[in-house]
């Protein structure tokens, strides 16, 4: 079964708003979890790295203002997308675990209207 | 800076068919090697990977991928493809430290499979 849990799998949000995104791990901790972004038909682009008790770091040309990295647990990382707008509708994805055992989230589905 | 190169954007096969999607990669030593799957809006799913040894490496649905240092390669094969097998595919590099590391990957193959 699925190890990562990512939540919501689809948001549909107003233009300013904000969207919370949660990656949780199932049944063992990480402290270390993975953000991607994937634009439609492309690929993923790491967004940053989220480290449980530190602040994230986020990769080149990634606005840390605009996405906030939480990782308060364990088990638990959340990245939210603050005044949400329509060029930042994409399909999120978060990871966790070592190397050799990496384990993806479903995604999520973010549509900025 | 590791690097992935998927060279082929879309592929199409006839269902039993044979198939290979390629992957070359760019490191300084010895990389993780991985290949996912991804069905339209759903995440990514781990077909096989790649650390040492063997260096034809079996994997889930009857995919295998084989290693070759001389040609920084790790291309993805499976000798009778199903339609279900219809997906993008992606081929992804890692550093082997030993804990989590950040994956790079390929810009994808899509898969395309006629009845």
């Known amino acids: 079964g699925a190890v990562v849990s990512q939540h919501p799998s689809r948001v549909i949000c107003k233009s300013g708003t904000s969207v919370k995104i949660e990656c949780r791990s199932l049944?063992?901790?990480?402290?270390?979890m993975f953000w991607y972004r994937q634009f439609p038909k492309q690929s993923l682009m790491l967004m940053a790295t989220?480290?449980?008790?530190?602040?994230?770091?986020?990769e080149q040309g990634v606005e840390k203002d605009k996405f906030l990295i939480n990782h308060a647990s364990l088990t638990l990382s959340t990245l939210t997308v603050t005044s949400a707008h329509p060029e930042d509708s994409s399909f999120y994805i978060c990871?966790?675990?070592?190397?050799?055992?990496?384990?993806f989230g479903s995604g999520t589905q973010l549509s900025v209207l | 800076a590791q690097s992935v190169t998927q060279p082929d954007i879309h592929i199409t096969v006839s269902e039993g068919a044979s198939l290979e999607l390629r992957c070359n990669y760019s490191?300084?030593?010895?990389?993780?090697l991985f290949w996912y799957v991804q069905s339209p809006g759903q995440g990514l799913q781990l077909l096989l990977k790649?650390?040492?040894?063997?260096?034809l490496v079996q994997g889930i649905k009857g995919f295998e991928a084989e290693f070759k240092r001389s040609q920084s390669s790790f291309n993805l094969r499976k000798p009778s493809v199903h339609w279900s097998d219809a997906a993008e595919y992606f081929c992804?590099?890692?550093?082997?430290?030993?804990?989590?590391?950040?994956?790079?990957f390929g810009t994808g193959t899509r898969l395309q499979v006629t009845l």
């Open positions: 990871s966790a675990g070592r190397t050799e055992k990496l384990f």
């Open positions: 049944d063992f901790q990480a402290t270390t």
């Open positions: 989220s480290n449980e008790g530190s602040k994230a770091t986020y």
């Open positions: 490191y300084g030593a010895t990389p993780y």
């Open positions: 790649y650390f040492s040894g063997d260096t």
């Open positions: 992804a590099v890692g550093a082997p430290t030993g804990t989590a590391s950040k994956l790079t």
